[in-house]
Nanobody, 120 residues
Framework: VQLQASGGGLVQPGGSLRLSCAAS????????MAWYRQVPGKQRELVAT???????NYADSVKGRFTISRDNAKNTVYLQMNSLKPEDTAVYYC???????????????WGQGTLVTVSS
């Protein structure tokens, strides 16, 4: 199973970006999907999660600005980021902690990270 994240880049404060993370390979099912972010020298921070049923949770710092969603048919999770602030600058990682492959094994997968820079 491989995860491919995309969508990062440079954006001005107040702008928007949409991150995507697609999982491919011998996948049977995916329960939770999540996005984390990390600034150099700091701990990785949970940004948002979404369950297989569509229930979502967000860090207080992004509530009302970010939206997590998923396309189960494409094994893809998205993060729509609006009203971006300089403090949102970080490397963003997708995480699939409950992925079951066709062999029946549950594993925790991480994407490679995509850099988001919010600056004027």
């Amino acid at each position: 199973v491989q995860l491919q994240a995309s969508g990062g880049g440079l954006v001005q404060p107040g702008g928007s970006l949409r991150l995507s993370c697609a999982a491919s390979g011998p996948i049977f099912s995916i329960n939770r999907m999540a996005w984390y972010r990390q600034v150099p020298g700091k701990q990785r921070e949970l940004v948002a999660t979404i369950t297989s049923g569509g229930n979502t949770n967000y860090a207080d710092s992004v509530k009302g600005r970010f939206t997590i969603s998923r396309d189960n048919a494409k094994n893809t999770v998205y993060l729509q980021m609006n009203s971006l602030k300089p403090e949102d600058t970080a490397v963003y990682y997708c995480n699939l902690p409950d992925l079951r492959d066709l062999g029946g094994t549950w594993r925790n997968y991480w994407g490679q990270g995509t850099l988001v820079t919010v600056s004027s």
